[in-house]
């Protein structure tokens, strides 16, 4: 008896609990009430024209401000002469559209910083400065920085993954690196989170998701 209770096949139904929410069982007067308001709006939906457009089946056109490049295809110069011997004469063009992709473009950033000295004293020896860097004496750019961050905070790409990403590059990076980097770039831009909790707490009410909670 108790493995039947248990593995059994039962109902939800109970006598304690009132089928409130069953569409099923819903009253003659309530599916009567329900088929007219069905009709009445499909009466009017048809007699007042929608002053929204309708959606055009079909593929939607690409972005405009993508950039365009332009690839022309001709015909030969013996596909220029008609049959019965005449040149012929271009009347226009018919033009498609292809979406493509040029992947990540990775390069070494040489910083190459001039010395200079006296000839006369052979002293004094002055070299230009290195622009401030995000994390001093890192072979990371801050180009490379973002693209990580990115990568692992908003396209959810695992510190482990991009390793092998950079891996297929031949550019051999461990994930602790990557791990060491995303945490001196949260130092970095610790700042400009402050002042965004700094400007939300400033609101007199504020709305957030409290699923994570």
Known sequence: MHKGKKFGASSEKSPDQREMFNEAELSDFAEDMLVEIDKYKKTHEQAAPSDKPKARPGRKPLPADLPRIRIEHDLSAEEKHCTCGCELTEIGEECSEQLD?????????????????????????????????????????????????????????????????????????????????????????????????????????????????
């Not at 400009?192 to 009410?205: C, D, G, I, K, S």
């Open 101 to 213: 992709i040029i992947p990540a473009k990775i390069q070494v950033l040489v910083q190459v910083r001039k010395k200079y000295a006296c000839k006369k004293c052979e002293e004094g020896i002055k070299t230009a400065p290195l622009p401030p860097q995000p994390i001093p004496k890192s072979k990371a750019s801050p180009g490379l920085l973002a693209h990580v961050a990115v990568s692992k905070y908003q396209d959810a790409l695992p510190l482990y993954r991009q390793e092998a990403v950079l891996g297929r590059s031949g550019i051999e990076i461990p994930r602790n690196t990557l791990a060491n980097w995303m945490i001196k770039s949260g130092n970095l831009i610790q700042p400009l989170l402050n002042l965004f909790e700094e400007t939300l707490l400033a609101y007199p009410v504020m709305h957030c998701d409290e699923t994570t909670v």
